[in-house]
């Protein structure tokens, strides 16, 4: 898995001092064939949540302003959002935040111990959009199978969308994964109310776009 994965993006000033000062501390790279040892990582043993893709880190930074008492992982691999969730961990004073920049199905298929997150969320992650795509959308079987080794009995997955085709394609492949059960019986959940509202969500509302949540929980 190469680590420090960078998207086009222009970094800030002020993301690029987050990401001088707090990354080495913050930033953890998982070699292949090698598991994160989390109660080392983070010095405590507690609650092991994960959000992959957290593009600017804003939910990211409020579930861990509500949730002391968890540590969270968040895999992204676009700088200018790692320098923006760097930077918001220092504002607000959070330390129980690590970054993985690497392959999220990758990191939750083998880096992650078996049975160990008790929360995963996925919001918005890119829908690829064209139809030759479709092969690059994140949420695939294997990925699912992946996510399920790594999450404990009774774990939530929870995941949102503005793109009305991938929200489709997400309920079809956990809804055929056995080990996933679907915590709403109209299929797609009501708003997770904890989701902060992200511009492009907001933007998507003045467009007249929907979004669609899902919840799931861990067999």
């Not at 935040?97 to 199905?105: L, N, P, S």
């Not at 929360?119 to 959308?137: A, C, G, S, T």
């Amino acid at each position: 898995m190469s680590t420090y994965l960078r998207k086009r993006g222009r970094l800030t000033a002020a993301q690029a001092r987050a990401l001088q000062t707090h990354g080495p501390e913050t930033i953890v790279s998982v070699p292949p064939d090698e598991i994160l040892d989390l109660p080392t990582l983070f010095g405590r043993d507690a609650p092991v949540g994960l959000e992959i893709g957290f593009g600017s880190g804003q939910a990211l930074l409020d579930w861990a302003e509500a949730a002391p008492d968890w540590n969270l992982i968040g895999i992204e691999v676009y700088e200018p959002g790692i320098g923006s969730l760097l930077k918001g961990m220092h504002e607000r004073d959070l330390q129980h935040i690590r970054v993985v920049a690497q392959d999220a199905e990758a990191v939750t298929g083998e880096g992650i111990p078996e049975s160990m997150l008790s929360e995963v969320r996925i919001f918005f992650p890119d829908p690829w959009p064209k139809k030759r795509h479709h092969k690059r959308r994140l949420i695939q079987p294997p990925f699912v199978r992946g996510l399920a080794r790594c999450m404990r009995q009774g774990a939530l997955l929870r995941l949102a969308t503005d793109w009305q085709p991938y929200a489709e394609h997400m309920l079809e492949v956990l809804q055929a994964e056995e080990a996933f059960e679907n915590l709403s019986e109209a299929g797609f959940s009501e708003r997770f109310e904890a989701r902060n509202v992200t511009r492009f969500e907001a933007r998507g509302h003045r467009l007249g776009h929907g979004v669609w949540d899902l919840c799931y929980r861990r067999r």
